[in-house]
């Protein structure tokens, strides 16, 4: 991993088949529906759907414009399967469609002030520490100082959590890395991709963690 551009491995994502699983369960009554404050929508209930159309080409071109880099493979893939996504758990209630995403310091700065304030005077994270992901993570391994440029894509209202890609640490396949920002941690949840921190949203949702 490092901070220069990757290249994408031409790598296909799953996407249809997570996010329809995940569809299913949301909206099965005994599951997990009973966790919301309201019932889903009855046009998402008949379609068994919790996102919408993917985005065209030209809306993720013109995202990447806007932003000046490209979109990390899995999450591009992502958007042109939806373009956006209903709650994935009772935590995070949109994942934004491609024309609400933007970086984290514009749409969200006081979320940067907040967070970076909290890490004044510590140390940076050393390599060895900061790259182990999975259950050997501790979300304290946090780098702040790459939290402005990171990029913001959910929102839920009233709340801090929150899912963000760091384009300062990249896979060889260009992969951004993704972080989950959230009331209760002290720091944040991190992934090697979108991908894989979706799988493993799913996997918390699903109960097999």
């Known amino acids: 991993m490092g901070n220069t551009p990757g290249q994408d491995d031409g790598r296909r994502y799953a ?10 369960e949301w909206l099965d009554p005994v599951l997990h529906e009973r966790e919301r404050a309201e019932p889903f929508p009855d046009a998402v209930r008949r379609a068994r759907w919790l996102g919408t159309t993917g985005a065209t ?34 935590d995070i209630h949109r994942v934004l469609p491609a024309h609400e995403v933007g970086w984290t310091r514009d749409l ?69 890395e993704a972080w989950y920002l959230a009331h209760w941690l002290p720091g944040a949840v991190r992934y090697p991709s979108f991908w894989d921190l ?8 699903h109960g097999e963690r």
């Not at 414009?65 to 893939?77: F, I, N, T």
């Not at 979706?198 to 949702?205: A, C, L, S």
Request: one cysteine or more; charged letters at 20%.
């Open 108 to 176: 969200d700065p006081e979320l940067v002030t907040d967070w970076t304030a909290g890490y004044q005077g510590a140390e940076r994270v050393g390599d060895e520490e900061y790259f182990l992901y999975g259950e050997a993570q501790s979300p304290t391994t946090l780098r702040p100082e790459y939290l402005p440029h990171t990029l913001k894509i959910s929102h839920t209202p009233n709340a801090t959590d929150v899912y963000l890609l760091n384009p300062c640490v990249l896979t060889p396949g260009g992969e951004w």
């Open 15 to 24: 996407w249809r088949d997570l996010l329809q699983r995940w569809s299913d």
């Open 198 to 205: 979706m799988n493993g949203e799913y996997g918390d949702f």
């Open 57 to 90: 080409g030209e809306e993720l071109g013109a995202l990447e414009k806007r932003l000046g880099a490209s979109l990390p493979p899995s999450y591009r893939q992502f958007l042109l399967i939806s373009n956006g996504w209903r709650n994935t758990t009772p």
